[in-house]
């Protein structure tokens, strides 16, 4: 066994990858003393996303939920009402709907891309309407980066005249024939979440095309403090805000977002050529399609293992061969509808996304994993496939 496959340090899932520049940023948040909440960090790092965006407007806030919690609340979500949600997804998309005290209402997940299905979000939508409940509000995922069908979404929710909350939180630098996850819906949301793409630590960001959203957004974000000498408060406010220091790392971190997709788009192309070569063994994997047109940043890489084309192997075999060498991957989310603490809320589908949690797996996919670290992801998933290895592995 060679040297580097006996290094036995942790391989993470996904971990921060900081590129240097971040520290500059910092430096200067702390010799002007900006270390109050708000200061030109977070101006400069709001308007460094509006172009890599393309436009639109941005808020710069203390995390992805904070974003959906302050669109539900501009877009008058409140007690009572509903809300389409995907299944497949991270709780934090459904939660800030019953912080409304409204129910979320949950949509399968459609083969193509392995997001909400545009068919059963309209059925839910009938469905609702018939029992006097039109949605309030509708909040689709791109889920581990990797765009929904937001042309179907789009046009079926101007249909019916219901807004868009497009969760972007894992697909920051995704798109559509051009266009940026995030700017599809009347609000978009994106996470700078320690094991996002880039990350501020913690740290979220609120986007729309319409100014006074987000306007509307940073007052409330801010404790919805009045314009006044005094603290005047006529409204209910929210400690949202994203520091000066977060955001300083932030601008850091725009300036590596390419090399940061092109690394986990690199990871992608490896583990298929890996599992690519077991196939004339008779082990068969899926990863998560990319329709024509489609561009993820593959924040993960995610495989689909179905143990009746792979000798019996699962999704948890591979998962605990892995984290026998110190490797984490992880199960794909348990749909929300399966979670214990929505049990009560309605369900629109045909179990698609309940195979996906039972078979999917999400493998090591930071963008700082080098050559070692495939030897050694390789090496492990070997003993359980017997067989398979890549001849060429990214730069180190």
């Not at 609340?73 to 709907?97: H, R, Y």
């Not at 995030?182 to 740290?203: A, C, D, E, M, R």
């Not at 199960?331 to 929505?342: A, D, E, S, T, Y």
Request: neutral net charge; contains cysteine; aromatic residues 10%.
């Amino acid at each position: 066994m060679s040297a580097r496959i006996m290094n036995t340090s942790r391989i993470w899932l996904s971990c921060p990858h900081m590129g240097g520049g971040e520290m500059d940023f910092v430096r200067d948040a702390f010799s002007s003393n900006w270390i109050a909440p708000l200061g030109p960090h977070v101006d400069g790092f709001e308007a460094d996303l509006q172009q890599y965006l393309g436009g639109g407007h941005v808020a710069a806030v203390s995390s992805g939920t904070a974003a959906i919690h302050l669109a539900l609340i501009i877009l008058g979500v409140k007690q009572g009402d509903e809300v389409i949600c995907q299944s497949m997804t991270f709780s934090a998309s459904a939660n800030p709907v019953v912080y409304q005290n409204a129910t979320p209402v949950f949509v399968d997940s459609e083969k193509d891309t392995w997001n909400m299905c545009p068919r059963f979000m309209e059925e839910a939508i009938q469905n609702r309407i018939r029992k006097g409940k039109k949605p309030a509000a509708i909040i689709p995922v791109h889920l581990y980066g990797m765009p929904a069908r937001m042309d179907r979404i789009m046009e079926i929710a101007g249909r019916y005249d219901i807004p868009v909350i497009e969760d972007a939180a894992e697909a920051l630098g995704s798109g559509i024939m051009g266009r940026m996850c995030g700017t599809f819906g009347q609000f978009g949301i994106l996470s700078f979440n320690g094991n996002k793409i880039i990350t501020t630590s913690g740290g979220g960001a609120l986007l729309s095309g319409s100014s006074a959203m987000v306007q509307k957004a940073r007052f409330l974000a801010t404790q919805a403090r009045d314009y006044a000498p005094h603290y005047q408060h006529s409204e209910t406010g929210y400690n949202y805000r994203m520091s000066n220091i977060l955001a300083a790392i932030g601008r850091g971190q725009m300036q590596v977002l390419g090399q940061r997709i092109a690394a986990r788009r690199a990871n992608y192309e490896l583990y298929r050529e890996y599992f690519s070569s077991l196939e004339d063994s008779g082990f068969h994997v899926e990863f998560q399609p990319e329709p024509e047109g489609w561009h993820s940043n593959r924040w993960l890489t995610i495989i689909t293992v179905n143990p009746d084309r792979n000798r019996g192997i699962t999704r948890e075999k591979i998962r605990l061969a892995l984290e026998a060498e110190n490797i984490e991957s992880r199960p794909l989310w348990k749909p929300m509808h399966l979670q214990p603490v929505f049990s009560g809320a309605p369900f629109y589908g045909n179990g698609n996304s309940d195979t996906l949690f039972a078979n999917g797996l999400c493998l090591p996919s930071g963008s700082n994993l080098n050559n070692d670290d495939f030897e050694r992801i390789f090496s492990a998933l070997g003993k359980i496939f017997k067989k398979g290895r890549i001849q060429k592995l990214q730069p180190a």
